[in-house]
């Protein structure tokens, strides 16, 4: 039996405004699989490169006056489309899609049934393998771990559409795929968390330097293992993988008491806890002490907000969340070190670097719950975030659209007051004896806990 796919109308409304009579467009398939089941939130135009020189930078990068500077080059044949293009606006798309949510696949726009020519097929599941291989070399993106992806071709000609799935890992053979728009919209739970990080990582005095990057790179390895063990508690409990969320989130209660109704639970967000394991001990009685040069601290607190379907479980609950945040902080570590032009030294002024990665935002998809997210540096705001909606996602957004406060940013002179040791300051790619310390702060989340642990105290009295 073949799979079945479900999207909303709206969906196919915007993929006969991509119809062109002599033109052939290519976007991606983002939803979540669940079985032999695949719910579509969104379909995502893959912008056309603007010329034959192209260069990562150039998809992501702004468009205001491209109009007056090139030429877009349409794409006349599904053999003209480029590959490596289609399998890096996934990369950056996957980066912006809550946790257990990815690229299912490609649709194709175009004035003939691409799925009747060989050559087509052929193509579309190198692209296929392109974009399977570029995930794969980002694996804390999650979003390299699904087998069988769709193809949707679309004619621009009959307006008529038809839907495969293929595996790409094994024979690559289509198989047929039941796609199915849908009038009402699909019911998603809500999972939200908060994640307080505060980790300490020692740079030994006798290891090889190692630049910024790959000291941030060993950070998120450790910090995704201590993710995937963390115990996850859903509504203050501990439940069984196979329980239903609908039921957990029927049996609601709210403030005043009164368990929520179903139409009422659907609109309620279910609240996740996760307890990270503690580091381990030595349990060896002999005490090593070893010489650091260097410090790193990961202090803050992340934000987490993650749709899995109204039929899933919590097993497939867990696992979103757990993929949501690694994919978060993979994202945002990502950007940040490929933001910094040269490594960042000492002066001697000061012998603590506050490193502030960009903060989490998030967007609703248009007639939707489901959000997605940006990610905004230290002196950025909303016009950012709707700039990157339009260029990777074909969204027009408004302003007040964008949830910008699940997030603060960081105060730099809570930071740089604890450093009152006089040492001397190192450059972290050189031999040195001298201390160094960085500080990773994900959030401002100082004042947000001590009005928490205020509220909670005289709740407790009261």
């Not at 399977?132 to 804390?140: D, G, I, R, S, V």
């Not at 740079?203 to 390895?221: F, G, H, N, R, V």
């Not at 969340?321 to 978060?328: E, L, Y």
């Amino acid at each position: 039996m073949g799979r079945t796919v479900y999207a909303e109308e709206r969906l196919h409304t915007y993929l006969t405004s991509l119809a062109k009579p002599d033109e052939y467009m290519i976007g991606l398939i983002l939803g979540q699989s669940i079985g032999q089941k695949d719910y579509i939130v969104h379909l995502a135009k893959t912008p056309p490169p603007l010329g034959k020189n192209v260069v990562e930078e150039t998809l992501i990068s702004s468009t205001t006056n491209v109009q007056q500077e090139t030429v877009e080059s349409y794409i006349k044949s599904v053999r003209d489309i480029p590959e490596s293009w289609v399998a890096d606006h996934a990369k950056h798309v996957t980066k912006m899609l809550p946790g257990g949510m990815q690229v299912l696949g490609v649709f194709i726009v175009g004035p003939d049934d691409t799925m009747n020519d060989n050559t087509n097929v052929q193509k579309i599941k190198s692209i296929l393998v392109a974009i399977q291989k570029n995930l794969a070399h980002n694996k804390y993106l999650c979003g390299n771990n699904i087998e069988e992806h769709l193809i949707l071709s679309f004619s621009s000609i009959t307006q008529k559409y038809i839907c495969k799935s293929i595996e790409t890992n094994k024979t690559g053979m289509l198989k047929p795929a039941e796609w199915k728009f849908q009038g009402k919209a699909t019911k998603w739970h809500q999972l939200e968390a908060l994640v307080n990080f505060d980790r300490l990582f020692l740079i030994a005095a006798d290891k090889d330097p190692e630049t910024l990057k790959k000291q941030l790179q060993d950070i998120l390895k450790s910090i995704s293992h201590a993710i995937e063990s963390a115990l996850i508690v859903i509504e203050g409990e501990l439940r069984y993988p196979d329980d239903a969320l609908e039921e957990i989130s029927k049996n609601k209660t709210d403030e005043k008491g009164y368990k929520n109704n179903e139409k009422n639970s659907n609109d309620k967000s279910i609240q996740i806890n996760l307890y990270i394991p503690c580091q381990e001990k030595n349990t060896s009685s002999d005490v090593r002490i070893t010489q650091c040069s260097a410090s790193i601290r990961l202090i803050g607190q992340l934000a987490s907000r993650t749709f899995v379907h109204q039929r899933s479980n919590v097993e497939e609950a867990n696992v979103a969340v757990k993929q949501d945040i690694i994919r978060s902080l993979a994202s945002r570590l990502e950007m940040h070190w490929d933001s910094l032009i040269e490594e960042e030294s000492g002066s001697p002024e000061e012998n603590i670097t506050l490193h502030e990665p960009p903060r989490r935002v998030l967007i609703a998809l248009p007639e939707s719950k489901v959000t997605l997210s940006d990610y905004l540096f230290p002196g950025e705001g909303p016009q950012e975030a709707l700039l990157s909606l339009q260029e990777l996602l074909d969204l027009e957004v408004q302003e007040c659209n964008v949830q910008k406060d699940i997030e603060l940013q960081a105060d730099p002179t809570e930071f740089y007051c604890q450093s009152e040791i006089d040492v001397k300051p190192i450059d972290l790619g050189k031999d040195s004896s001298g201390n160094h310390q960085t500080i990773i702060y994900i959030t401002g989340i100082s004042i947000a806990v001590i009005i928490l642990i205020i509220a909670i105290v005289i709740h407790k009295l009261y």
